[in-house]
């Protein structure tokens, strides 16, 4: 019933970092990565190159791509809105761009200041590009079961977007519960008309805990066949445009129930946790995974 084993991408660096107001040095950023690195976790979203007055804390990013030292076992990935974006990240040394957009049209505006339909050409360009220059793309959709402006999102609008990041060359989709609204019953339903469509190895689940939700939600991804998620070290983070969401489901959190099932991820439990106290005492604020508090009290 369950995979053997399922790989993990840490977007602690990206997701994480992007809402908090205290601005963490970018020595201590790469200094986390560096820890981050050598975990065992094959993929890793170090930055996003969006406009510096939307997310002033990931302003570093260039400096970051620059400092990081680079385990060739690792692929690193930055969040990319456009082609200025891409050129930016590209000279940052990116492995992989991730681009990104919402399934509702009020998140979408929000976020990235354009309508669905003008944000395509832009999305087909920047990936049509990062083919052409050998990087990997993820095509992340957001509010893919509810928005916080508009409310349930069927999976008809979901996929509607899947199907043109797939046409313009995607890799694979990171399907993004942006707010952490969803409960199973709801994951089956979208796994269902999405896996329809695709093959589960292209397909990532993204899930913020908002609700404690998310281990539920990855369970029953898990059912469907799904063997990839990306989480955020210690559940770090949320989304600037979606108030009161907290952050992806802590990496520490899915290793402990992956681990506990028996299911491989390559990842040192103990390796996350030491970098999950080293960001944790940066910020100085507990995180919000249950696994690292119950370590943090022994
Ligand atoms: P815009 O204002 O519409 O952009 O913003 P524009 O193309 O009209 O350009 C305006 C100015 O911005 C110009 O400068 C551009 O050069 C500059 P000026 O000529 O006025 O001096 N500019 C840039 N500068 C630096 N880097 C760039 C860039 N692009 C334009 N890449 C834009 C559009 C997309 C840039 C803006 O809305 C933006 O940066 N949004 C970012 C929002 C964001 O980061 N949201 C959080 C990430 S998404 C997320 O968290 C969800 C996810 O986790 C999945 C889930 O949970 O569901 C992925
Ligand atoms: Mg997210």
């Known amino acids: 019933r369950w995979p053997e084993a399922v790989q993990i991408k840490e977007v602690g660096p990206r997701d994480g970092l992007q809402n908090e107001k205290n601005l963490v040095p970018t020595a201590d950023k790469v200094a986390w990565i560096n820890m ?6 094959k993929e890793i979203e170090f930055s996003s190159f969006v ?7 990931l302003s570093d990013a260039h400096e970051v ?3 990081i030292k680079r385990n060739p076992e690792v692929q690193y990935s930055a969040l990319v809105p456009n082609m200025k974006g891409l050129d930016l990240a590209l000279k940052a040394g990116i492995d992989g761009a991730s681009v990104f957009m919402s399934a509702s049209e009020t998140h979408n505006k929000k976020n990235i200041n354009k309508s669905i339909d003008d944000t395509y050409p832009i999305l087909g ?13 993820t095509g992340y959709v957001s509010t893919v079961f509810d928005c916080p402006y508009e409310g349930k999102v069927s999976p008809d609008a979901v996929i509607r977007v899947c199907e043109r990041l797939i046409e313009f060359g995607v890799d694979d989709l990171s399907l993004g ?6 409960v199973p019953s709801q994951v089956e339903q979208l796994l269902e008309a999405v896996l329809q469509r695709y093959p589960k190895e292209k397909i990532i689940m993204h899930f913020h805990d908002t609700r404690g939700m998310a281990i539920a939600n990855i369970l029953s ?11 955020s070290i210690g559940g770090l983070g949320g989304c600037p445009y979606a108030p009161g969401a907290a952050g992806n489901v802590a990496t520490n959190d ?3 129930l992956l681990h506990g099932m028996g299911i491989k991820t390559g990842i040192d439990e103990k390796k996350i946790q030491d970098a999950a106290f080293f960001i944790q005492n940066k910020l100085g604020k507990s ?3 249950k696994s690292l508090a119950y370590a943090a009290a022994q």
Do not use: C, N
């Not at 406009?51 to 804390?57: A, I, L």
């Open 65 to 67: 791509g620059q400092k």
């Open 125 to 137: 360009e920047v990936i049509k590009e990062a083919k052409k220059e050998g990087k990997h793309v």
């Open 177 to 182: 519960d942006t707010i952490g609204t969803a």
């Open 51 to 57: 406009h510096p007055k939307w997310v002033p804390q």
């Open 287 to 289: 995180l919000p995974s």
């Open 254 to 256: 899915i290793l402990y």
């Open 221 to 231: 991804s898990m059912d469907y066949g799904i063997t990839r998620f990306d989480s």
């Open 36 to 41: 981050l690195s050598e975990s065992g976790v």
